[in-house]
């Protein structure tokens, strides 16, 4: 004998709303009908709604609301439409929105002309050091004694403004 | 005002609905613009339903009057950003609710007032039928008393799940749509304020 299957509360509810397919509803209704256990939690869920469809009055709303609601309306400023508004209408872009639109190309334009300038001097730098580079090499292949990257002239260790590549150079090595 | 009245009732329902969305379309159009004769007719069209629903998650008249003003105003003013027409009601709806949680922040949501109570029992008295015998007509203004105050306890979630469901009478589409919440939540929702009913009322 098969053991009959109860149905989930929720499903009955929703049932309730009429919120489930007509398979799904035909399936509760023969159930509702052959299980007194769920017909009367169905019958309570119900008779509870519809008492609390009485009880909870409907409210007309007062008329004086309206009239407030138009002048309200009439008296307030007109709204000036976000910056996604007016994107949307395809216009150019609004006045109170350029100053920001300003400043931020300019921002741009000055981030790329600092890159520009650093860019530009580490070129520098690289091309100085090679150029020391294959100097030292020609220095070394002479066996030349007096190898100006390993002496100073007043035997205090040489000084170079900072920045210069050719101190780079020696601390790397 | 609204067109419903307009339309005779030989129409059937999809085309009524049909021309429904049609006028609301046209009337959104003209709003849009700035129209505020096409304005009241949508405020006609919709006030009771925001206002009731306003009524019975807050509780006081007055609360729910000036949470139905602000809902149509900001509705006026946003009218522009809305771009589907046919989620109209939704939208309303969605900027009822925030402007009802923002009234509840600022002071805690209260229950009804006296005088409110007092027109619950005679709505009922009213509803109830006249020629039934008047113990009888006492028990059920006992028992609308009772559930009411038993609604009054839910938590404001499953509160405003059950009045746009059983009061309002949205669907759990509509509902998730408003909340944007899913809609399996919405259905558990509504199954756990009615067990919670059930349960209150038992005792």
Redesign the interface.
């Known amino acids: 004998m098969s053991k009959r299957v109860c149905i989930k ?2 499903s009955l ?2 049932y ?2 009429g ?1 489930l397919s007509e398979e799904a509803s035909g399936q509760i209704e023969i159930h509702l009908a052959s299980c007194g256990k769920c017909s009367a939690l169905y019958e ?2 119900k008779s ?2 519809d ?12 008329a004086r ?2 009239l ?3 002048k ?3 008296a ?1 400023p007109e ?1 000036r ?1 976000g910056l996604l ?1 007016w994107m949307q209408t395809g216009q150019i872009l609004p006045l109170r929105f350029r100053p920001w639109a300003y400043a931020c190309v300019s921002m741009l334009f000055l981030a790329v002309v600092i890159s520009a300038f650093h860019f530009q001097r580490r070129m520098e730098n690289g091309r100085l050091l090679a150029e020391i580079d294959r100097s030292r090499a020609e220095w070394v292949a002479r066996g030349n004694a007096l190898n100006p990257f390993n002496i100073s002239t007043d035997g205090a260790p040489l000084k170079f403004a900072a920045g210069n590549p050719f101190k780079a150079y020696l601390n790397e090595r | 005002m609204g067109t419903t009245e307009k339309l005779p009732s030989s129409v059937p329902p999809n085309k009524k609905k049909l021309e429904l969305s049609k006028t609301l379309d046209s009337q959104l159009q003209k709003a849009k613009l700035g129209d ?1 004769q096409a ?2 007719e949508i ?1 006609d069209r919709y ?2 339903k925001i ?2 629903f306003a ?2 998650m807050v509780g006081l ?1 007055e609360d ?2 000036d949470i ?2 602000d809902t ?2 900001l509705a ?3 009218l ?2 809305l771009r589907e027409h046919t989620n109209f009601e939704q939208w309303l709806y969605r900027i009822a609710r925030n402007e009802i949680y923002k009234k509840g922040r600022k002071s805690a949501i209260r229950p009804d007032s006296l005088d409110d109570a007092d ?2 029992i005679q ?2 008295l009213r ?2 039928n006249p020629a039934a015998n008047p113990e009888n007509r006492l028990l ?1 203004v006992e ?3 009772r ?2 105050r038993v ?1 009054k306890t839910l938590p404001i979630q499953y509160k405003e799940t ?1 009045v746009l ?3 309002q009478g949205l ?2 589409q509509e509902i998730s749509g408003i909340q944007g919440r899913s809609i399996s939540s919405v ?2 929702d ?2 756990r304020a ?2 919670m ?2 349960e209150k ?1 038992r005792k």
């Open positions: 509360e929720v509810s929703a309730l709303d919120e309570r869920m509870d709604g008492l609390l469809l009485q009880s909870l009055s409907v409210m007309e709303p007062p609301m309206k407030q609601l138009f309200r309306i009439d307030a709204r439409p508004e | 505020s304005f009241s405020y006030a009771g206002f009731n009524s019975h008249r729910a009057e139905t003003q149509f105003f006026f003013r946003n522009k950003s027109k619950g709505h009922v509803s109830s059920s028992l609308g008393e559930i009411k609604f059950l469901a059983t009061l669907n759990y259905k558990t509504i199954y009615r067990l009913i059930l009322m």
